[in-house]
């Protein structure tokens, strides 16, 4: 079983959050220190602690999460300025929280290659 994170706190409500979508498997929320003037981290229900940790029975809820970010997307309005997908995976990505999350970055525009 992975081990409980602040994810996992917020999504129980433990801690308060700026939610914006919610679902049965998948929960959305302003990112607390935001990189870009939409930015939204969308989560699985399931913590799984890093994407490297899928397993072939979460191919559903991986693809899921990225459906799920394309309709908070929509909902917020930046699906026609474009947006950027990110997930991090381990330290040395710049995970600092270990339950698997999509960062939903929109409302500018961005580089490449990223920092
Ligand atoms: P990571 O670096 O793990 O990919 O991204 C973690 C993200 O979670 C960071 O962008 C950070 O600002 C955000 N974050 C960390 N703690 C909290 C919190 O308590 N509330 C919210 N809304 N975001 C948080």
Same mark, same amino acid.
Request: proline share 13%; no cysteine; net charge negative.
């Given at each position: 079983m992975a081990e409980d994170t602040i994810f996992g706190k917020i999504i129980r409500g433990e801690i308060p959050c700026d939610k914006v979508y919610e679902d049965d498997r998948y929960f959305a929320f302003y990112d %607390? *220190?935001? +990189? +870009?003037p939409t930015h939204v981290l969308v989560i699985p =229900? =399931? $913590? %799984? $602690? =890093? @994407?490297? /940790? !899928? &397993? &072939? !029975? /979460?191919e559903a809820l991986l693809g899921g999460l990225v459906l799920c970010a394309n309709k908070v997307a929509r909902q917020l309005g930046i699906t026609e300025g474009g947006y950027r997908m990110v997930i991090n995976c381990g330290k040395a990505a *710049?995970? &600092? @929280?270990f339950h698997l999350h999509l960062h939903l970055l929109g409302g500018r525009d961005f580089t490449w290659p990223p920092g």
């Open positions: %607390i *220190n935001p +990189a +870009a =229900k =399931k $913590p %799984i $602690p =890093k @994407v490297s /940790d !899928a &397993e &072939e !029975a /979460d *710049n995970q &600092e @929280v």
